[in-house]
């Protein structure tokens, strides 16, 4: 096998990386950020609803924005609604999505500028208020304001959570029926919970069968000999601890072909972070973060492991 392109160390790694971090990003949304399901804690009487595999995204001051300061620019008729009926200060926090099994259609459509036609099939689901003068209602409160706010819309998917879970043994069964039906997992919400700004809230919570991560592509190891027609046999990457090291499960054979390029964020899920070496055990390729760009990723890694000197800030929250 060959490696290209692949630094010797970690540290000539971010430093080569580093200098990028200083580039101009759009400053992020303040995103109310889920946390993980407590093992032990009593969910009864939460609200419970899927866990949507799109990219989510607030709606504020004409423009949508991602979790990570990225802009999206649909075509003006998908927005022209919301241009027209919601003030300046109303921020609606929400997904772009297109259905089940559909993420890598959807996060090319956002990805290039000027795929007018595919965002015919994107539908914007908001699920929450996230303006300032709302923040400390309950959830359910917001909501009701929500509906009435849309109510004269009526072009966007308004998604509440479904049912209230009776006991906490359904969430097991529940969410494994949820993933057996293509779904990527649970949120559970606390009905009185407020919206917490850029900060985990302890009210918003989601259940996955697996943990998942972000890792940034910097190198590609390649097949040598009868295999070199194949394409890539693996990603070198690199995760927010600085830690390096391949993903291969889960690259189909175009991706194989036409890998994500160095610099790209990735996703990946895993079963566990080894004591022994601190690299995730099996991990496998999910997809590329489209709302997450290097710059942003660069930031949410610890500072001391950046170049000598960086005057950067640094980001406490990670998604």
Same mark, same amino acid.
């Given at each position: 096998?060959s490696?290209?392109?692949l630094?010797?160390?970690?540290?000539?790694?971010?430093?080569?990386?580093?200098?990028?971090?200083?580039?101009?990003?759009l400053?992020?949304?303040?995103?109310?950020?889920?946390?993980?399901?407590?093992?032990?804690?009593?969910?009864?009487g939460?609200?419970?609803a899927?866990?949507?595999?799109?990219?989510?995204?607030m709606?504020?001051?004409?423009?949508?924005?991602?979790?990570y300061?990225?802009?999206f620019?649909p075509?003006?008729?998908?927005t022209?609604?919301?241009?027209?009926?919601?003030?300046p200060?109303?921020? *609606?926090?929400?997904?772009?999505?297109?259905?089940?099994?559909?993420?890598?259609?959807?996060?090319g459509?956002?990805?290039?500028?000027?795929?007018?036609?595919?965002?015919?099939?994107?539908?914007?689901?908001?699920?929450?208020?996230?303006?300032?003068e709302?923040?400390?209602?309950?959830?359910e409160?917001?909501?009701?304001? *929500?509906?009435?706010l849309?109510?004269p819309?009526g072009?966007?998917s308004?998604?509440?959570?479904s049912?209230n879970?009776?006991?906490?043994?359904?969430?097991?069964g529940?969410?494994?029926? $949820?993933?057996?039906?293509?779904?990527?997992?649970?949120?559970?919400?606390?009905?009185?919970?407020?919206?917490?700004?850029?900060?985990?809230n302890?009210?918003i919570?989601?259940v996955?069968?697996?943990?998942d991560s972000?890792?940034l592509?910097?190198?590609?190891?390649?097949?040598?000999g009868r295999?070199?027609?194949?394409?890539?046999?693996?990603?070198?990457?690199?995760?927010?601890d600085?830690?390096?090291f391949?993903?291969?499960?889960?690259?189909?054979?175009?991706?194989?072909?036409?890998?994500?390029?160095?610099?790209?964020?990735?996703?990946y899920k895993?079963?566990?972070?080894?004591?022994?070496?601190?690299?995730?055990?099996?991990?496998?390729?999910?997809?590329?973060?489209?709302? $997450?760009s290097?710059?942003?990723?660069?930031e949410? $890694?610890?500072?001391?492991?950046l170049s000598?000197?960086?005057?950067?800030?640094e980001?406490?929250?990670?998604?």
């Amino acid at each position: 096998m060959s490696i290209s392109p692949l630094p010797s160390s970690s540290s000539s790694v971010l430093t080569t990386l580093a200098p990028v971090v200083c580039s101009r990003v759009l400053p992020r949304p303040a995103f109310t950020l889920c946390s993980k399901a407590i093992k032990g804690q009593s969910y009864e009487g939460w609200l419970c609803a899927e866990k949507l595999d799109g990219v989510r995204a607030m709606w504020g001051r004409g423009r949508f924005q991602s979790r990570y300061g990225l802009t999206f620019r649909p075509p003006p008729w998908f927005t022209a609604a919301l241009d027209r009926h919601l003030g300046p200060d109303i921020f *609606l926090d929400g997904e772009l999505w297109m259905g089940r099994h559909t993420f890598s259609e959807a996060a090319g459509i956002l990805r290039r500028q000027r795929c007018q036609q595919g965002w015919a099939k994107v539908q914007y689901h908001i699920y929450d208020l996230a303006s300032q003068e709302t923040a400390h209602l309950p959830y359910e409160e917001r909501f009701e304001l *929500l509906k009435h706010l849309l109510q004269p819309i009526g072009v966007h998917s308004v998604g509440k959570s479904s049912a209230n879970l009776a006991t906490d043994s359904d969430i097991a069964g529940i969410c494994e029926e $949820m993933v057996r039906a293509g779904g990527e997992g649970l949120i559970l919400r606390d009905p009185q919970g407020k919206y917490l700004s850029d900060k985990r809230n302890p009210g918003i919570v989601k259940v996955k069968l697996h943990d998942d991560s972000e890792a940034l592509v910097i190198g590609h190891l390649t097949y040598q000999g009868r295999g070199s027609d194949r394409g890539i046999s693996s990603l070198v990457v690199v995760d927010r601890d600085r830690t390096i090291f391949k993903l291969g499960s889960g690259l189909t054979d175009e991706i194989r072909r036409d890998p994500p390029p160095v610099g790209t964020v990735i996703q990946y899920k895993y079963s566990e972070i080894s004591a022994l070496t601190g690299r995730p055990r099996f991990p496998v390729y999910l997809r590329e973060r489209v709302d $997450m760009s290097k710059e942003r990723f660069l930031e949410e $890694m610890r500072r001391p492991d950046l170049s000598e000197g960086s005057t950067c800030g640094e980001d406490e929250e990670r998604g």
